[in-house]
């Protein structure tokens, strides 16, 4: 059987999913947005008496402004996404979803920070180190990216956590080596993702135009340059353990989860189209996440 007519719509919710936490990497890189609140109405969910998840009206704010580089999504080829303005709803609304597809991706996404936040007790009480093995409380600006070789131990203690970090720099066999641990503030933390946010988008300027009529053959290019700027972006920091937030391992990186949450959401996609179930499946009320984990 050929599934050829399947690679469109399936390259267009990869993309999605792919696309479903920009806004983590815009947020850190301290981006200004003079209407966020009118963003947070619109895809953040609410906790209390505040909006929750902010890095999902960072996304899709993030994405708009990446509009006129991305490729073109023309309406046969998801029924439900006629334009892009409904491919950013469909990656941004994953913690407030009200469509089908907006619940595929929440899906992937739940799925995946499934594999990133292993609730092991030990990492749950662990602070992250500074040079010199000295504890201190880090927040999700300043962490980096731990190195997973280091963290390989046979009888691990909190005092074996690692000492190392991988830079915050676009891949590069000059940057692919872990370094000792900096002390951050808040200013420097924020410079350095500002920095790579800004080359991200000057390379994403450079994809050839004449890729963007072709799907499939951009977002190859996509993937090779998100795997570039994002693969030392921690995905999470922190979990919600018993109503209490806890210091994570930072050993799953953004592009890692984006990519696992991409694989998820195609292969849920194809399987409901293929049966036929996709509405059925995901139209029934639908729990959101509403814990207060903004980051």
């Known amino acids: 059987m050929n599934d050829q007519h399947l690679l469109e719509p399936s390259c267009c919710v990869a993309l999605a999913a792919l696309l479903h936490d920009l806004g983590k990497f815009a947020q850190r890189a301290g981006l200004n947005i003079p209407n966020i609140l009118e963003y947070k109405r619109n895809y953040c969910p609410t906790y209390g008496k505040r909006y929750s998840h902010i890095h999902a009206a ?15 999504i023309h309406q046969e080829v998801l ?27 929440a899906t992937g996404d739940r799925l995946s920070s499934g594999f990133d936040r292993t609730e092991f007790e030990e990492y749950n009480q662990a602070k992250e180190l500074s040079i010199g093995g000295n504890r201190k409380n880090v927040n999700y600006l300043q962490a980096r990216q731990w190195p997973i070789l280091e963290t390989i131990r046979i009888n691990q203690t909190l005092d074996d956590l690692p000492q190392h970090r991988l830079p915050l720099k676009a891949m590069a066999p000059e940057t692919i080596f872990p370094e000792l641990t900096k002390i951050y503030n ?9 920095n790579l946010w800004d080359e991200f988008v000057k390379c994403l300027k450079e994809i050839p135009p004449l890729h963007q009529t ?39 990186s953004l592009y890692d989860h984006s990519k696992a949450t991409a694989a998820l959401a195609v292969a849920l996609w ?12 995901f139209t029934s009320r639908w729990h959101s996440d509403q814990s207060p984990d903004d980051k």
């Open 58 to 72: 960072f996304s899709a704010w993030a994405i708009q402004s990446i509009f006129d580089h991305l490729p073109n």
């Open 79 to 105: 029924p439900s996404t006629p334009t892009r303005d409904n491919l950013l709803n469909i990656a941004a609304m994953h913690h407030k979803p009200t469509t089908s597809l907006e619940r595929i991706i």
């Open 186 to 194: 808040n200013k420097m933390a924020i410079d350095e993702y500002k």
């Open 214 to 252: 072709s799907l499939p053959l951009w977002l190859d290019n996509f993937d090779s340059l998100y795997l570039t700027f994002t693969h030392a972006i921690p995905s999470a920091t922190a979990t919600k353990i018993k109503t209490k937030f806890m210091t994570i391992p930072a050993d799953v």
């Open 270 to 281: 194809q399987y409901h189209n293929h049966y036929q179930t996709l509405e059925k499946s």
